[in-house]
């Protein structure tokens, strides 16, 4: 089976530039989290969907950030326009929610770096 | 909301010995807790699972962690630290219901160290 799918893995831009990130979950999971991981911050909750419906995106940083998941099996976490402090490794994660422990299956991340 | 505390962000250890890894949650109700391992440059990958059917809970590559709910921790350990052991832990800690079921609580991560 095909884990959770992310592109680009590396993506490189300029401040003020768009950035979208894409994710692909698990075939049959109900859940998706997006996540940003740094240094200083440690791994971060940003947004999660469940049956593609927004439930917190309360750790969204600011109206830069949006995410949508207009499918099953796609979710987009776009930030415009991007600035250097939005550099980081974003994760998707996916899980099932029904009679189950809700573990989250990670994707590999994207790599962003904005000069 | 849930919590999660993972007492030092370093730890290291010579290959063969014991691996401690602490975590220390809250919660007012029994949660469900997971160690997640993290290789560099790659993504967070579950090492194991405690879902209230048994206390000690066996995981991949020889680790295992104990659920004691009177000290509200999760520590989890290996018997004999190998060098491909080496990587970053994280504990997390799930909500059983409510509205944010589903939803997970990680620690700030422990850098795991192995020396030859």
């Known amino acids: ?115 | 909301a849930q919590s999660v505390t993972q007492l030092g962000s370093h730890v290291s250890v010579s290959e063969g010995a014991l691996v401690l890894l602490r975590c220390n949650y809250s919660s007012s109700v029994p949660p469900y807790l997971f160690w997640y391992v993290q290789y560099p440059n790659q993504g967070l990958q579950l090492l194991l699972k405690y879902t209230s059917a048994a206390t000690l809970v066996k995981g991949i590559n020889g680790f295992e962690a104990e659920f004691k709910k009177s000290e509200t921790s999760f520590h989890l350990t290996k018997p004999s630290a190998h060098m491909s052991d080496a990587a970053e832990y994280f504990c997390a800690v799930s909500e059983s219901g409510g509205s944010t079921l589903g939803r997970l609580y990680f620690g700030r991560g422990t850098q795991l160290t192995v020396w030859p």
């Open chain 1, 1 to 115: 089976d095909a884990g959770v799918i992310q592109s680009p893995r590396h993506e490189v831009t300029e401040m003020g530039q768009e950035v979208t990130l894409r994710c692909k979950p698990i075939s049959g999971h109900n859940s998706l989290f997006w996540y940003r991981q740094t240094m200083m911050r440690g791994l971060e909750l940003l947004i999660y969907f469940n049956n593609n419906v927004p439930i917190d995106d309360s750790g969204m940083p600011e109206d830069r950030f949006s995410a949508k998941m207009p499918n099953a099996s796609f979710s987009t976490l776009k930030i415009q326009p991007s600035e250097p402090r939005d550099s980081a490794v974003y994760f998707c994660a996916s899980s099932f929610q029904g009679q189950g422990f809700y573990e989250q299956y990670f994707g590999p991340g994207t790599r962003l770096t904005v000069t």
